[in-house]
């Protein structure tokens, strides 16, 4: 293979090459990603187009990838600094999607540190171990989550063992390809429907009008109907969205005893605040039989919910690029509540799509989220499938009720 490009190259301009090669790789590694977008889930050309961008990586010049990794990074995160416009910093929009496919650049850029197939194959099975500025939205198995492969390390090992090895044979070069039909899906964990009714209310709130106070009537009116209309229609849980209720639930007593009262004729899982003291918390208030609990928020979002950069310069980057809003606090461990007999695990928008939240005995998780932060983009989709690969991996059912696109039972 080395030798065709190298041959392809005599004929072209090599940056232009590289340009192309790159920008290719990048679009046949991100295809699933926008099929799924646009509502097509088409199996045979995932994995196809899975196996031709992992082999090119594997394969092409040292340029190519690091331009190949630019446009993964662009394709998949050009939305990161959509949210910024709400912190009054939407400037910075255009600089943070530019870092962002600076360090996916830099991420698979350590492919280019080599020519060797077999130290690339290496390195790339390495890079999905590995979460650049503490954010794992980019998972290489990923790829593989709708179509003949699993998702499992193994596979992804099986899978860049059975494309490098033709490299290193002369006779019966491309024999190692058959050892993917040992990293083929045959089948995933049991992932059972929990045995009640459960409503999942999806809102559609523009991000900027969520929080003005002149709007918290109508959208209080809006969450009561929604409950009432799971009364009548005999569900046993309503699931509402992360943050629906625009404010510190705890410091709104009448709020909190009318969901108590409509708690004795179903269970109400929904998305608010909570603040004690000086302390500020992202977290789902639980209602169910006259009684509340809250479960706070474990995984924080990194340059959302908090800054993970040393100590000595986060408190001004916090202040002055997000008026202190990214400094919410956490949970210690994962939060498991009851309804009905049925026990949940309970996920708040990001930390639904990190491992942490599916450790432990977990069969059924209520995930909530808010989506409008990110309007309009790929983000939903792209959280979708990797609830979806957390789930099949870990044997789970997830009940996710989303504000602008998400609401969905994920298997």
Known sequence: MVEKLKNIKIKYNPILFDLTVGVIVSLLFSAFLYLENFGFTIKILNTIFGILSLALLLYIPKRAVLIAGFFIGLLWFYWIGYSFKYNGVGYLSPIITLIFATVYMLFFGVLALTNSVALRAVFLFALSFFEPV??????????????????????????????????????????????????????????????????????????????????????????????????????????????????????????????????????????????????????????????????????????????????????????????????????????????????FRNAICYEATCKEIYEGDVDFVVATSNNAWFYPSIEPTLQKLLMRFYARKNGVTIYHSANWRGTAIIK
């Open 134 to 343: 503490d954010f794992n939205w980019l998972q290489i198995e990923l790829l593989f989550v709708d179509s003949y492969f699993g998702v499992f390390k193994y596979q992804l090992a099986i899978i860049l063992l059975a494309l490098s090895a033709p490299n290193y044979i002369k006779t019966y070069r491309y024999l190692p390809l058959l050892l993917l039909f040992f990293a083929l899906n045959f089948n995933y964990p049991i992932q059972k429907d929990a045995p009640l009714k459960i409503k999942l209310v999806a809102t559609d709130i523009n991000q900027d009008q969520k929080w003005e106070r002149e709007n918290l009537a109508l959208t209080i009116k809006m969450i009561f109907s929604e409950i009432s209309s799971a009364i009548k229609e005999n569900y046993d849980v309503v699931v509402l969205p992360e943050s629906v209720f625009p404010f510190y639930m705890n410091e709104a007593p009448a709020v909190i005893d009318k969901l108590k009262v409509l708690s004795n004729e179903i269970a109400i899982v929904t998305g608010s605040l909570l603040r004690e003291g000086t302390k500020h918390y992202n977290v789902t208030y639980i209602f169910n039989e006259g009684n509340f609990e809250v479960a706070k928020k474990l995984v924080l979002v990194p340059f959302g919910e908090y800054i993970p950069l040393p100590s000595f310069i986060k408190k001004y980057v916090n202040d002055v690029f997000f008026a202190g809003a990214s400094d919410f606090k956490t949970a210690t461990e994962p939060t498991d509540f009851t309804i009905k007999g049925v026990k």
